[in-house]
C-alpha cells in the first residue's frame, strides 16, 4: 500500500533520492545498499528499479541535484559580484562550507564517491553549473590586471576549489575545534586571501 501510493504521487524517485543522501550520511557512499534505501523510503527492494538502473545511478541523482543545490548556493553568494568581487568570492567560500555541512549526504555522493560524472551528460552539466561561478567569479577578481598579467580563471577556480575541499576534509567534520583551534571559514578565507595576494589579484 505504502509503494503504491508513493508512486502514485510521483514521490518514490525523491524519496529514494532523500533515503540514499541519508544512508551516505551514515554509512558513506560505499556502504550502503538499494535495498536498504527502499526499506527507508517504505517501498520494496524492487522499487527502485522502476526509477533507476541501480545503485550507482540513484548515487548519480543524488549528486546531480546535490550540485545544483550548490550551484544555486554559489551563484546566490556571489551576486553577481556586489558590492565588490573580492567581497562576494569570500561569500562563495562561507557558501562552500556551509553546503557542506547542512548537505554532507550529498556532498560526499558529489565528491567521495567515486563516480564518473562525465559519463552522465546530465551531471556533468549541473557540475559544470558550480564550476563556472567559480569561473567567473575568478574573472571578476582578476579583472583590476592588465590583461596580460591575469592568472587563468580556470587555474585559479580549480585551486580554490581544492582548498575549499581541504577544509571541509580535515577540519569540518565532528567536532569544531577537534582538530584545530581556528574555525573553518576563518582558516578558508586567510587561505584564500594569502592565495590570492601571491598572485596580485587583490592588494596588499
Sequence with gaps: MVERKSYHH??????????TAALIE?????????????????V????PYRHFKGREDLIEEVARQGFLEFAGRLEAAFDQGRPRPLTAFLRM???????AR????????????GLSIAGNADLAQASERAQGMLLAASAALAER?????????????????AMSHGVVELFSRGKPGGRSSVEPAEMLESGVIIYLRGLGMIAD
Design 10 to 19: 510521483g514521490n518514490l524517485r525523491q524519496a529514494l533520492v532523500e533515503a
Design 26 to 42: 551514515e554509512t558513506g557512499p560505499q556502504a550502503f545498499t538499494l535495498t536498504e534505501a527502499a526499506r527507508r523510503a517504505g
Design 44 to 47: 520494496s527492494p524492487a522499487a
Design 93 to 99: 567560500g562561507q557558501a562552500y562550507l556551509d553546503f
Design 102 to 113: 547542512a548537505r554532507p549526504g550529498y556532498y560526499m555522493a558529489m565528491f567521495e564517491s
Design 145 to 161: 590586471l592588465p590583461a596580460a598579467q591575469r592568472p587563468p580563471a580556470r587555474m585559479v577556480a580549480n585551486h580554490v576549489w
